[in-house]
């Protein structure tokens, strides 16, 4: 339900060297999207706090640095690691491939808390009733303490992402990019089903990207 999320946005900056929000379409060689994607801006938020009570919902993804491509060539390996902790032979394995990712990233997330309203209801007048105030001040509380439950990431696990509350002097970067289509999350039905999720003619305008609802 739209009408349930917070009306208020919460503002996270993130910065880093190097980013990878790599195009599901290109399989061979990862190549970035231009931009962060909104489940990777949700991914960065839930590093910093997560509870099983509220979702996180992308507003916009504001761009502050140009976007700049960058080369990475690096040695991976063509096998999945099997489940059942069989160990896999790197030397018959392993292949070189090319990463075109973004370098010197850095962004604003706007995002909003939802929490279904059943929720709210259920536990109004207990000791500890569940609002969407509650989460939005605890995680601005967490950033400016620099608490996460991980390391925040840009896209790879290896981009490690820093975070922080905006500035007054942080503007959008005056810059228009087309992009086509663009991958949004992977949405679960009641039955644990996974479907991925895209949104169509997207571009950052004036240097924001907006995100559906």
């Not at 599901?24 to 060689?29: A, G, S």
């Not at 999207?33 to 509870?51: D, H, Q």
Request: glycine share 4%; aromatic share 10%.
């Amino acid at each position: 339900n739209i009408e349930m999320i917070d009306k208020e946005i919460v503002r996270l900056k993130v910065t880093g060297d190097f980013a990878c929000f790599t195009r599901p379409d290109l399989k061979v060689e990862r190549m970035s999207y231009p931009c962060m994607t909104p489940s990777a801006a949700r991914g960065i938020l839930e590093a910093i706090l997560w509870k099983p009570e509220f979702q996180w919902i992308i507003r916009r993804i504001i761009l502050l640095n140009p976007i700049k491509f960058a080369s990475i060539k690096r040695n991976e390996i063509s096998k999945r690691q099997n489940p059942k902790g069989v160990p896999v032979e790197i030397e018959g394995n392993r292949i070189q491939r090319n990463s075109i990712v973004l370098k010197d990233v850095s962004y604003i997330i706007e995002a909003s808390v939802y929490v279904d309203e059943k929720l709210i209801e259920k536990t109004k007048g207990s000791e500890h009733p569940i609002t969407v105030v509650k989460y939005r001040t605890m995680f601005e509380r967490r950033v400016k303490k620099g608490q996460c439950w991980h390391q925040p990431c840009l896209g790879n696990r290896e981009f490690a992402a820093n975070f922080s509350l905006p500035e007054e002097t942080d503007k959008p970067l005056d810059v228009t990019y087309p992009i086509g289509s663009m991958f949004y999350d992977m949405f679960y039905d009641e039955k644990g089903k996974v479907t991925p999720l895209f949104f169509y003619d997207v571009a950052i305008k004036n240097g924001i990207l907006v995100c559906p609802e």
